[in-house]
């Protein structure tokens, strides 16, 4: 069997000791293109990296191989600063390539992460003097985007509005998915009995606050919580939350396979935090991986997972406050046929949002 050809292209090197949110999503896009029967070029890494296997695409093209299309993940960073040292030493490599391929009739669609630097978190976070030249970098991107994409990907069609960009092809989106090899479900859905097992991983920090849920768990003998986050934002958060541990609430410092136990364990998964603007739009990869694993999910309203949640009945979206939260984790408890109806309509959903689905969208839109 002749596999068609598709270019796949980050602008950055994955940690692959302990990959971020940001650094998952494109490994399992990249797998999905595999899996639905692509041969894939990669360009990835630093820019040496990147301009190496730029080099070898572009021969390639000229000996007359085709591609169906080039599919690229934007980095958490402005292209341009992507190096080890933030140091601009390859300023025109990546855009130089879209509008190589461009020229060559290649469509090319790329997912944008976020847009973090146009809100107020990010100035909490970032000197002035690196906001002032990241800024500028980040509106370089788009405005490069706006004449080169077919496709612009968004996690969710709300983020378009905080964008500073009148995009002249097609905006998508394109939100995470989960992983088709792991998608499980419990063969008794009633056996929660009168105990809830919560479980959380994530982050822990001034953006995802997590007071309330472990109030609530401590003073309610039936809840018990397992938060999964990384020992240095523990030991720089735990003073918030030292008086609600006890023999019910568990901290733990995992990640990859080593989650799975947990993942099968729990009964409820959250992203129960405080709403901002920017979660409006925010779609986690961890939403996904929560579902894969069959389990409801309680999230909070006004944001694109609460709405995602209710729109396909697979949780519960609830307002922001210890009292919702202490009533809805009661019901929960107290309505297992309602708790199945959740896992049956998850049951329905999984399988057209996993990263093949994700992937073959892509196809839809770009190939010819």
């Not at 998508?172 to 998915?177: I, Q, R, S, T, V």
């Not at 999964?228 to 008086?243: A, F, H, I, L, V």
Request: glycine share 4%; charged share 25%.
């Amino acid at each position: 069997m002749i596999l068609s050809n598709c270019i796949f292209h980050i602008p950055f090197k994955i940690n692959e000791n302990w990959p971020s949110a940001s650094q998952i999503r494109p490994l399992r896009m990249l797998n999905a293109f595999k899996s639905i029967g692509y041969n894939v070029d990669i360009v990835m890494g630093y820019g040496k990296e990147r301009k190496y296997s730029i080099g070898q695409i572009k021969r390639k093209i000229k000996d007359g191989v085709k591609y169906d299309f080039m599919y690229s993940e934007s980095s958490t960073e402005p292209t341009i600063l992507t190096e080890k040292n933030h140091i601009p030493m390859f300023p025109f490599l990546d855009f130089g390539f879209f509008s190589f391929c461009k020229r060559h009739g290649i469509k090319i669609g790329l997912f944008y992460r976020d847009v973090y630097w146009k809100f107020d978190e990010y100035k909490l976070s970032v000197s002035f003097v690196k906001r002032i030249i990241a800024c500028m970098f980040y509106k370089y991107d788009l405005l490069r985007y706006k004449y080169l994409l077919d496709v612009f990907y968004l996690p969710s069609l709300k983020m378009y509005d905080y964008i500073p960009i009148d995009f002249k092809g097609k905006v998508e989106e394109l939100p995470p998915a989960a992983e088709k090899h792991k998608i499980s479900f419990q063969s008794d859905i009633n056996d929660m009995k009168k105990n809830l097992n919560i479980f959380y991983v994530g982050g822990l920090n001034y953006l995802y606050n997590l007071e309330y849920l472990f109030e609530v768990v401590n003073q309610n003998k039936n809840l018990s919580l397992t938060v999964c986050c990384r020992e240095k934002e523990w030991n720089s958060e735990k003073y918030k939350y030292q008086k609600y541990i006890n023999d019910r609430i568990h901290i733990i410092h995992e990640s990859g396979d080593k989650l799975i136990p947990y993942f099968k364990k729990a009964d409820l998964f959250s992203i129960f935090v405080k709403p901002q603007k920017y979660r409006e739009f925010a779609m986690p990869v961890k939403l996904f991986d929560y579902l894969t694993y069959g389990k409801p999910v309680i999230a909070t309203n006004m944001t694109s997972v609460g709405e995602f949640i209710n729109d396909n009945d697979i949780g519960w979206a609830i307002d922001y406050s210890r009292e919702e939260l202490k009533k809805q984790l009661e019901y929960i408890i107290n309505n297992p046929k309602s708790y199945g109806e959740k896992i049956n309509n998850i049951k329905k959903i999984i399988w057209y949002n996993t990263w093949e689905a994700r992937a073959r969208k892509v196809v839809d839109d770009l190939k010819e």
